[in-house]
Each structure stands twice: as C-alpha cells, then as structure tokens.
C-alpha cells in the first residue's frame, strides 16, 4: 500500500495504490470533517464506508466518481485482493476551508453538493456516476506520472483542477438531463456487465435484455450519459486493460491480447497504437 498526501491551496489530494498477493484489507479515517471527491481508476477494488451501526457497500468502484462528507467517526475500509488492486485519487477539504477557497470554488460546492456542505449524519453520501473519458484519462495519467519535485506539483495543480471542473461539469449536466434514475442504473448495469465481460462481451441486443431497456434508448442514452457509444466504450476499457497488463509486465502483448478478446494482433496493434500514440511494443 502506498499513500502520497499533497496539499494544494485549501484542498489535499490522497493517492492511494496498493497490490497485493492476498486478500488485504486497509481502512483510514479523517482527522476532521472534509467534503471529499474519491475517483477510482482500474482495480474495481471492494469499499465498505462503516460509521456507527452504519455500513455502505461498494463492490463495483472501477470508474467510480464518488463524492461524500464524513467526519472522524466514518471509517473506509479497502479489501484488496489479486484480482482487485486499489488505485484511487481523492481530492479532500475541510469543512472549515469552504468560505477561503479561491475562484469562487466554495459556492461551486455549496451550489451542487449541498447536501455534503450541510451534513445531517457523520456520513453523507453525495453524488456518484461513472467517470467520463476525459475524467478517466487524468485519474490514469496520476499513476503513471514520472514528475518528482515542483514539476510535481506543478502537475498536480493543473490535473486536479482539471479533473474536479470535468466532475462539477459532469454534475451539472446530470442535473438537467432527461435521463431519470431508474434508467441511469440500468445504463450502469450495461457498464459493468460490459467491464466484467472483455473477453466476450455480448452483442448489443442480449446486453439490452439483460438491462431491460430497448436497443435504441441504450445506443442513444449510453453515448449521453457516458460521452461515447457503447462499444467504443468496450474498445477503450479492453485497450486500457491490455496497456496495464503490458506495462505491470503481467503478460506479453499476445497474451494481453487475447485476454481482452483480441484474435488478431495485428489488429490489437493497430487499435492500441490509434489510441495510444505508440504501439504495445514500446512500452517500458
């Protein structure tokens, strides 16, 4: 498990990554109470938030953009496993440090997440949804940043801005778009059947049976929730999947390709180097 704190102005930023062998679990608390935003990159690692005869479950959280209040008494607790390692950034405040945050950024915080500035219990959950590409992309370029230094906080000073303006943004257009909840879940289903089935993923009609909802309204509602079409969004999450196990040295570019269902690799080449700007064999 490795922690790195970073403060910046009012806020902290917490990365945290952790692989393991075996099944580990980690918790952590707040020293006081914050308003805090947890985007969790590849791992899908397993939350439980437990504060007093209270307990949340999260057992889905890759991709995850989840924004909360809690206080010292709300414990977060990691289980992390083989198959589920941590990678997660959080961008924190106290409470105290809304009304000093600059650019106006504290009313931005009362105006969409109310409910966390004026808490009712030790633990409020806010706002969740399932990170853009854009949002997705930062989260990834965290953990492969090289920069040590003030380079360093230099970077982390445009990424975090950057990523907690695509969250309000995002935020924002949930709030007036015409999907209703009932059939966001379902479009969140169809993500996480579509993550758990790389390899073989099914066709689009069986994916609409499986979630409930009509072919036309996945294809259409996907794209607006989501920003891309359902299987561009396959095709990313597969070739995202394979630079991580080409780069962690996990496996070779063959293997990495048919892990996430390529048959041929030229094809896998030519689709990573499209997406990535090089090809799978340059990776160091």
Same mark, same amino acid.
């Given at each position: 498990?490795?922690?790195?704190?970073?403060?910046?102005?009012?806020?902290?930023?917490?990365?945290?990554?952790?692989?393991?062998?075996?099944?580990?679990?980690?918790?952590?608390?707040?020293?006081?109470?914050?308003?805090?935003?947890?985007?969790?990159?590849?791992?899908?690692?397993?939350?439980?938030?437990?504060?007093?005869?209270?307990?949340?479950?999260?057992?889905?959280?890759?991709?995850?953009?989840?924004?909360?209040?809690?206080?010292?008494?709300?414990?977060?607790?990691?289980?992390?496993?083989?198959?589920? &390692?941590?990678?997660?950034? +959080?961008?924190?405040?106290?409470?105290? #440090?809304?009304? $000093? @945050?600059?650019?106006?950024?504290? !009313?931005?915080?009362?105006?969409?997440?109310?409910?966390?500035?004026?808490?009712?219990?030790?633990?409020?959950?806010?706002?969740?949804?399932?990170?853009?590409?854009?949002?997705?992309?930062?989260?990834?370029?965290?953990?492969?940043?090289?920069?040590?230094?003030?380079?360093?906080?230099?970077?982390?000073?445009?990424?975090?801005?950057?990523?907690?303006?695509?969250?309000?943004?995002?935020?924002?257009?949930?709030?007036?778009?015409?999907?209703?909840?009932?059939?966001?879940?379902?479009?969140?289903?169809?993500?996480?059947?579509?993550?758990?089935?790389?390899?073989?993923? &099914?066709?689009?009609?069986? +994916?609409?049976?499986?979630?409930?909802? #009509?072919?036309? $309204? @996945?294809?259409?509602?996907?794209? !607006?929730?989501?920003?891309?079409?359902?299987?561009?969004?396959?095709?990313?999450?597969?070739?995202?999947?394979?630079?991580?196990?080409?780069?962690?040295?996990?496996?070779?570019?063959?293997?990495?390709?048919?892990?996430?269902?390529?048959?041929?690799?030229?094809?896998?080449?030519?689709?990573?180097?499209?997406?990535?700007?090089?090809?799978?064999?340059?990776?160091?």
């Amino acid at each position: 498990m490795t922690r790195d704190y970073i403060d910046i102005n009012d806020f902290t930023i917490l990365v945290e990554e952790a692989t393991t062998n075996t099944i580990v679990v980690d918790a952590c608390r707040f020293d006081e109470p914050v308003v805090a935003v947890a985007f969790y990159g590849s791992g899908n690692v397993d939350l439980k938030v437990k504060y007093g005869s209270q307990s949340k479950e999260f057992n889905h959280t890759k991709g995850l953009a989840l924004s909360f209040y809690a206080d010292s008494n709300v414990e977060f607790e990691h289980t992390v496993s083989p198959e589920k &390692p941590l990678r997660c950034v +959080l961008i924190a405040t106290a409470l105290r #440090n809304l009304d $000093n @945050l600059p650019n106006e950024e504290g !009313e931005i915080f009362s105006s969409l997440l109310s409910q966390l500035v004026n808490p009712s219990d030790h633990y409020v959950e806010g706002p969740r949804f399932f990170m853009t590409p854009e949002m997705d992309q930062i989260v990834d370029s965290v953990f492969n940043m090289k920069y040590h230094g003030k380079t360093k906080m230099m970077f982390f000073r445009s990424q975090m801005t950057a990523l907690l303006s695509h969250f309000f943004g995002q935020l924002a257009t949930m709030q007036t778009e015409k999907i209703n909840t009932e059939e966001r879940d379902k479009l969140y289903r169809a993500k996480e059947i579509l993550i758990d089935n790389l390899d073989n993923p &099914p066709s689009l009609s069986e +994916l609409s049976r499986q979630i409930g909802l #009509n072919s036309y $309204n @996945l294809k259409k509602d996907f794209k !607006e929730l989501f920003g891309v079409p359902v299987f561009k969004y396959l095709q990313n999450e597969r070739l995202k999947t394979a630079h991580e196990l080409i780069r962690n040295q996990e496996a070779t570019v063959q293997e990495a390709a048919w892990h996430v269902g390529y048959d041929s690799l030229s094809s896998f080449s030519n689709a990573f180097e499209k997406k990535f700007g090089y090809r799978p064999s340059q990776i160091k």
